[in-house]
């Protein structure tokens, strides 16, 4: 039976509550001989600026670089509205993309059946959706430099940011993009800003390329970005795979996110390259959703997202795709047995606390084994 070495940083907020669920599953899937799960715990974001003054200690980014699969949980909270910028908790989940070479972002859009009528869109819109935005992670505006605030001699001060792609960066998200197309509907949007930005118009280019030569049997279409978030908020069904850099998948990502009805039930995946000594890749699972500060600690926070997140590990890290489709099958069991935590209620509805969604999650996975 394989092994596979887990680091868990659960972070700030509602971070710990969600991810004590996660390892409930975690647990059900090593007790059913899936594998067996190694797993060290971690600080990152506020806790770990608490204890050791930076968002994440070099001891915990060394237990990060020999793990199989990292299970993050959201950083951040008003306690640290005043901390050094280098500091701030968003830093600690900065520096694990960064270091970890996690340049590919996985965000599944999915619409539950059970919750089409939580989507602030019509039902109708919404119904069946499943679009998936690659994002590009370690390039572009978030780290290009410079990067700061000088002050100019007549006094002002300027603020800089610098967006830069290099062709390489480019190629290979696309190729991610193309080849996760390629196990889904075969269509591959690339939304980008080439009308004013030269970033824009190189990531055409370059994707343009990458499609005749590698993936010309599959559809490429290209969208400007502010016409994609149009887009999704209109017809969003007309969308497989949208590829985008690194600030568009932050805005983007968000929009569809929400068009699902919670932004408390979506799982990402953070990939680096493929090891080709060993075949394997650094991965980081988070869900979409933050730290929910206004919540933290009351217990009702809902960890599906982080709970599929897991399921996300098991597919892409641990090749265990039974494993995964049976925990995304025993999560939409849950919620059409009328189960909600309190951020997905309606009507007709029975709402339970954050433990109360893992046990009927991990007593489902027990009723589906069988
Ligand atoms: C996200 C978040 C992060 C980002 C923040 C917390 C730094 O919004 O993962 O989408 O901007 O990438
Ligand atoms: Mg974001």
């Not at 959201?74 to 989940?93: C, I, Q």
């Not at 009528?117 to 430099?145: M, Q």
Request: glycine fraction near 10%; charge should be negative.
């Amino acid at each position: 039976m394989a092994t596979h070495k887990l680091l868990i940083l659960p972070g700030d907020g509602i971070g710990p509550e969600v991810m004590a669920e996660v390892e409930k599953v975690v647990a059900w899937f090593g007790r059913q001989g899936v594998a067996a799960f190694e797993t060290e715990r971690g600080l990152v974001g506020g806790s770990a600026y608490d204890a050791h003054g930076e968002a994440i200690s070099n001891g915990d980014m060394a237990l990060a670089q020999a793990a199989d699969a990292v299970l993050f949980g959201a950083v951040g909270g008003p306690k640290w509205a005043d901390v050094p910028y280098s500091k701030r908790p968003e830093a600690g989940l900065l520096r694990l993309r960064k270091d970890l070479g996690l340049f590919a972002n996985l965000r599944p859009a999915i619409c539950f059946p059970a919750l089409a009528a939580a989507s602030s869109l019509k039902p109708e819109v919404v119904e069946g959706l499943d679009i998936l935005i690659v994002r590009e992670l370690t390039g572009g505006v978030y780290f290009g430099e410079p990067k700061e605030i000088v002050t100019l001699e007549d006094g002002q001060q300027r603020g800089i940011d610098t967006q830069v792609y290099t062709t390489s960066e480019i190629e290979r998200i696309t190729r991610v993009a193309f080849e996760l197309a390629r196990t889904r509907r075969n269509k591959v949007s690339s939304a980008e800003k080439h009308n004013v930005m030269k970033t824009g118009v190189l990531w055409k280019q370059v994707v343009t390329r990458i499609h005749k030569a590698e993936f010309a049997d599959m559809e490429l279409e290209h969208v400007l970005a502010d016409n994609c978030a149009m887009q999704l908020v209109r017809w969003p069904k007309q969308y497989d795979v949208i590829v985008c850099d690194n600030l568009f998948g932050d805005i983007l990502s968000d929009v569809a996110a929400m068009l699902t009805g919670s932004l408390g039930m979506l799982p990402s995946a953070s990939l680096g390259a493929e090891d080709p000594a060993t075949g394997k890749r650094k991965a980081l699972y988070e869900p979409v959703h933050g730290s929910a500060p206004d919540i933290a600690g009351k217990g009702a926070a809902n960890p599906i997202a982080t709970i599929s997140s897991f399921s996300m590990a098991l597919r892409y890290s641990f090749k265990a795709i039974e494993a995964a489709d049976m925990l995304d099958k025993a999560v939409t069991n849950v919620l059409a047995s009328g189960l909600r935590t309190a951020d997905i209620r309606s009507d007709n509805t029975h709402v339970v606390g954050t433990a109360g969604m893992g046990d009927a999650i991990v007593k489902e996975l027990q009723h589906l084994a069988g």
